[in-house]
């Protein structure tokens, strides 16, 4: 099994939504590591921007704290994508998973 066919099983959840994490995403669906319904983006502050990424990329988007919660705990990796000040936030609240 190769390493992209591998990918194509694995959740992968982005905690940010920014210039870094729309790169990666664009890159791993026009390399076709994996399909756009196995990428999530969760952020905190911008509502349009998850918003821009989905119809853009027709990831999936995560808006609501339960909903942010069950896309951290079922992903199988997690890119941290934010900026630095925002880090440890970020990190805190993925730590129980």
Known sequence: MSASSNLMSKQITFVGAGAMAEAIIRGLIETKRTVP???RALNHRNQARLQQ???TYNVRV??????????IAGADFIVLAMKP????QALAEIAPF
């Open 53 to 55: 990424l989905q119809e």
């Open 85 to 88: 000040k925002d880090a440890s």
């Open 62 to 71: 995560t808006e609501h704290p339960h909903e942010r919660a069950q896309a």
């Open 37 to 39: 319904e196995r990428l």
